[in-house]
Each structure stands twice: as C-alpha cells, then as structure tokens.
Nanobody
Framework: VQLVESGGGLVQPGGSLRLSCAASGFTFSRYDMSWYRQAPGKARELVASIVSSGGSTYYADSVKERFTISRDNAKNTGYLQMNSLKPEDTAVYYC???????????WGQGTQVTVSS
C-alpha cells in the first residue's frame, strides 16, 4: 500500500501549485480522500476532502475558493489545486485515504509547500 505525494515546492505569494497523490496497492476508488497539512509547531489540520465517487467535497474555511480537491479514479490519483497562495499556506501537505468498513487509514509521506517572496 502506498500513497505518494508530489508537486510541492517554493512559490511566491499569489502563485499556484498542483499537488498529486498517487495511490497503489489498494482499491483507491472505494476510499474517501483528504489532504491535510502541518505547519512547523502546529497540529496537523484537515484542508479538503472528497468522497470516493468524487460527488461531494469539503474545504476548511481558510482555503475555500482558493483550493480545489479532485480525483481521477481511473488513474488512482487525487489532486489538490492551490491558487492565490499565501505565506500562511506554508506547510507539509499529506494525502490520506480512508474507508470505514473495514477500517483502513493510509497516509502519504508528505510534500513541502513553501509560500514566500
């Protein structure tokens, strides 16, 4: 089982990045997927979620109308499009896949996003 994030990096305020999360070793299309982030000295926080079918999404207030979560179940890949980035978006971003029956909860290794001029 693997979740591998990519697409992080250094970007100027106001810029954009697209994170990808490639899943393998399990049936990705059955799992809800989320993106979390953790800034230095802070707790990990939920950024956005999407249900297994892609039909419903959730966003933290801090990223609404700037970030878009999506998935391509045929490619076993999830995405987080991040626009209008702010310095406070700087964090390590983690991909999570979860199913409630049977209970399974998988995490990626994280990708660093740094927003700075």
């Amino acid at each position: 089982v693997q979740l591998v994030e990519s697409g992080g990096g250094l970007v100027q305020p106001g810029g954009s990045l697209r994170l990808s999360c490639a899943a393998s070793g399990f049936t990705f299309s059955r799992y809800d997927m989320s993106w979390y982030r953790q800034a230095p000295g802070k707790a990990r926080e939920l950024v956005a979620s999407i249900v297994s079918s892609g039909g419903s999404t959730y966003y933290a207030d801090s990223v609404k109308e700037r970030f878009t979560i999506s998935r391509d179940n045929a490619k076993n890949t999830g995405y987080l499009q991040m626009n209008s980035l702010k310095p406070e978006d700087t964090a390590v971003y983690y991909c999570n896949a979860k199913i409630t029956w049977p209970i399974r909860d998988y995490w990626g290794q994280g990708t660093q996003v740094t927003v700075s001029s």
